[in-house]
Every structure is written in C-alpha cells, then in structure tokens.
C-alpha cells in the first residue's frame, strides 16, 4: 500500500465520523473535513507509520489541504533519509 491509500485508509478508518463522506486523494481536508484534533491524530499517524515530522511553519494548506499534498510531503522527508 502506498502512502496516499495509507493515508486515505488512516483518515477514513480511524478519524471520519461519516463513513458515505467523500474522500479522494484530492478532496480538501481543511475545510471542515478535519478538525484540530483529527489533525493532531493525523500529525501522529505520519509520525509514527512514516517517520516524519510536520513542523510548525510547515502547518499549511500546501502540505495538509488534501491527502495527496500530504503524500508528496512525506514521498519528499523520506526520500531526504
């Protein structure tokens, strides 16, 4: 499983209260998809199954608007490694 399905199956699985929600790789998550402490529980997930860490002047819609902008974040930290 690559890391957007990860992620996809992270977010549908373990944060989502609607199940029907739709959820691509490019649906906008900040926009009331998510709230702040689904978005801590995502922080932790990339850290933990991805061994990256989002910092602080990283927290933007350029690298958490959408599962596949968190997927390039993480495909570009462990490429770095």
Not at 42 to 67: C, M
Request: net charge negative.
């Amino acid at each position: 499983m690559g890391a957007g399905e990860a992620i996809l199956d992270f977010i549908r699985t373990e944060l989502m209260v609607d199940p029907d929600a739709h959820l691509e790789l490019d649906t906008p998550l900040l926009q009331g998809l998510l709230d702040s402490s689904d978005l801590l529980r995502l922080l932790s997930f990339l850290q933990e199954d991805f061994g990256v860490e989002i910092e602080y002047e990283e927290l933007t819609t350029d690298v958490l608007g959408s599962v596949r902008a968190i997927e390039r974040f993480v495909e570009r930290e462990t490429s770095r490694r």
